[in-house]
């Protein structure tokens, strides 16, 4: 099996089988991201003990990327503390938005199959949903992030869903 066969299972196995995907008991924030040019939405709640992300719950809808990408995370950032997620996000970030040739493998486990998406700047908005629902829960944002309006996106993506 080659790398990108192995890539895509792992992607594939994380949409159809999404991890953390219920709903908090009692999440201490909740925030929301939506992609309309693909129709991707993801609801992310957190329930913090001290600084440590303790529970990690999501509820979303849309592509494969969106959701195994929400679902990666999600596993990625459980138990780690506010400073470490925020590390790992920018890790992602760094390899989707950026293509950084050489990601932090080390930091990304698992994320680090969706390395490809960088060369697919339709798709970006898609992986970084989630993401970016985390980055609004960590800043105590409510408002819905609208990834259409993000300007950090690489620019040719509009409307090519898959
Ligand atoms: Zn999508």
């Known amino acids: 099996m080659d790398l990108k066969t192995l890539y895509r299972e792992v992607i594939v196995d994380h949409y159809k089988k ?96 969706m390395q490809g998406i960088a060369k697919l700047p339709a798709r970006v908005k898609c992986a970084m949903c989630g993401w970016s629902a985390l980055e609004a829960a960590l800043d105590d944002q409510s408002e819905e992030v609208d990834m259409d309006q993000d300007t950090s996106m690489p620019a040719a993506k509009r409307g090519s869903g898959m």
């Open 18 to 113: 999404p991890r953390n995907s219920t709903p908090l008991e009692q999440p201490d924030v909740e925030s929301k991201c939506k992609n309309p040019s693909c129709g991707d939405r993801v609801t992310l709640q957190l329930r913090f003990t001290g600084d440590d992300l303790a529970e990690v719950g999501f509820i979303g809808v849309g592509c494969a990327i969106s959701q195994a990408s929400t679902s990666m995370m999600t596993q990625a950032i459980k138990g780690k503390s506010r400073e470490e997620a925020l590390r790992i996000m920018a890790a992602f970030r760094e390899m989707v938005v950026d293509g950084a040739e050489q990601p932090d493998a080390a930091t990304l486990g698992d994320l680090v199959t």
